[in-house]
């Protein structure tokens, strides 16, 4: 059985859908711009290649069948990256995000949806099969949002702690692209997929405290605080496109799908079960 293409295989997502296929029991290749320090289970093939090379994917893809395809750089190398991994494989599964969503959340200006959107079209038209996978924040994102402040005291400063997401479990994203990248019948298909409930930032911080055993206060910052606490470790438009985001988003539930379970037959993670198995990163 010819390999499974896996790009952004040392990411958080990427190490999860590396996972979800070697318990399918398929045959990985992971790429890694340093495979020395990659870190993967030794059964996993690791191939050098930088998306900003499109040569290098090229030569990474040849052999493959299917190709996972995570994009984490400039997007000037997409349109040959992609017209090249579609001489190889025969199915591209892209992460992209919800941008089309009709929901506040997913509505503002944003940098990263106008990429998200050129790529979409780039895997669409490559003329080889497609799947289109749509996560909504990731739970991950609290690590490095939170984690510093809880390993250094009992408060988490934030704004919008009132504002609903649906933090999605990374192991639900690396199963669901495991499933369009194997299976059939998922060609064509644009899945949005999110957590399995609408949770307010303070209360994914009530969460992550429960599962430590500690009381975690949240401090409710505005949004200029916030800007001002982030100034020297987030770039500026980061920082803006989140607040433009949460602001869309005061007293609207989160948007939630049921696409995890539709795909895999097994209902999305709660975000109770995400901070269980990451407790580690908050201590
Ligand atoms: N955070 C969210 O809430 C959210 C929501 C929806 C979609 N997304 C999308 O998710 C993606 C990020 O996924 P992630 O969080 O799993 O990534 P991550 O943990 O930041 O890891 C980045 C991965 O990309 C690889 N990489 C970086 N630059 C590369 C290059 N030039 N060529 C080849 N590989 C490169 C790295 O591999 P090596 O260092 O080993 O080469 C690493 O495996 C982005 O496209 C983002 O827009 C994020």
Redesign the pocket.
Known sequence: MSSILV?????????EVVAALRRAGQPVRA?????E??ALPGDVEVVA????TPES?EAAALGARAAFL????PPVTAPDVIARLARCVERIVF????HETPHPFFQQPNP?AT??AKLDRLVRDSGVAWTIV?????A??TIDWWAPQIRAGDEVRWPYGDVETAPID?RDIGAVASRALVDDGHAGRDYVITGPASISHAEQVRTIGEVLGRRLRFHELTPDEFRRETAEQWPRAAVDMLLAAWGAAVGIPAYVTSTVADVTGTPARPFGEWARAHADAFR
């Open positions: 790009t952004g295989a040392t990411g958080r997502v990427g190490r790429l890694s711009r340093r495979t320090t990659s290649g930088d998306l900003e994917i995570l994009w984490t750089a992460l992209s995000a919800p990263l990429m998200h749509r996560p909504g924040m990731f991950a994102n990374e």
